[in-house]
């Protein structure tokens, strides 16, 4: 959901001020209905300010400036056109910005942080799941695989993210939770994952988003006829294996949280579209990958419930079960006797 954007902290104001820049000109009034600006995402990884029908993204501190490079270059490249939703080049910099050389979408920094700017896109509407774009999701995901990665990019283009995501999940739990009494069940589930899947192997040169969900989807308003689906955000895009991208609907699938004809509705607007995540034996690709993302939400529920100190969500206990049938085991206490 939306938040309004005053009284945020030094990184969404300084945004805003992109922002704000990026729509109108250093400089020049604002006449948008209120602002229209709202802080559409505040985390670690990554802060997104909208104003009227622009969003300023600040990536993560720890951003690789070569891959952010190499990806931005690819959300930009015409042979994504119609699958990634592309940068915008950014403006001329407000003063609590700093302005680089660069033209590839990657021009301005807040503190140390690669700053970008984007088209606004509505996104899918978590009100009306009925109405979640799952074939058309499928059909941006299988004509990114089948599309040849290109070759004029001003670094090489990186593995993807989605393996490493999911260690570093692990990671968080462990420093986070790690006596929480569901914590060895996910790590038990964990070491059922081989290693081999999560490293890049030689043959995985199909292009990935490397960490897709419904959240990844916007409208392109820029074609207000059709306002086609896009994928967004390539912070954790590269090179890789498909079946990552098609983990989180599978594990999904397999917690019982994604009904059954919504995954076959899914994975069958895949197949339709040439995609060559899956063979004859579904699972024989995606088993692994959906395993590391149940792990990889389990880890980031205990971690994050821990630090905000409360109990489980429903949704949160169920990708915790689906952990105790991968590793066989849930190692939680059991409930004290009824007096």
Known sequence: METAAPN?????????????????????????????????ADRADGTVVRHGALVAKAHAPDTDPEGHRARMALAAHPSVAGIFLPPLQAPLAPPAVRRDTRDDGSAAEVDGRPVTVWPYGPPVDPEDPDAAPWEEAARLLALLHRTPPPEALPAPLPAMRAPVKAALAVD????????????????RAWRTVPGARLRPAPGDRFLCHGDFHLGQLVRDARDPVRRPWRLIDVDDAGLGDPAWDLARPAAWFAAGLLPAD???????????????????????????????????????????STAEGRPLDEVEEVMIDTCARIAGKRTDPAPPAST
Do not use: I, N
């Open 172 to 187: 968080r739990m462990r420093g986070t939770a790690p006596d929480h009494p569901a914590a060895a069940t996910v790590l």
């Open 262 to 304: 919504v995954w076959s509705r899914f994975l069958g607007a895949y197949r339709e579209a040439g995609g060559p995540a899956v063979g004859a034996d579904l699972w024989d690709r995606l088993d692994v990958p959906a395993r590391a993302l149940t792990v990889q939400t389990a880890a980031l529920a205990l971690a994050k």
């Open 8 to 40: 945020q902290p030094d990184v969404p104001a300084r945004l805003a001020a992109l922002a704000r820049a990026a729509a109108h000109g250093t400089g020049r009034p604002c006449d948008c209905a209120g602002g229209l600006l709202r802080v559409l």
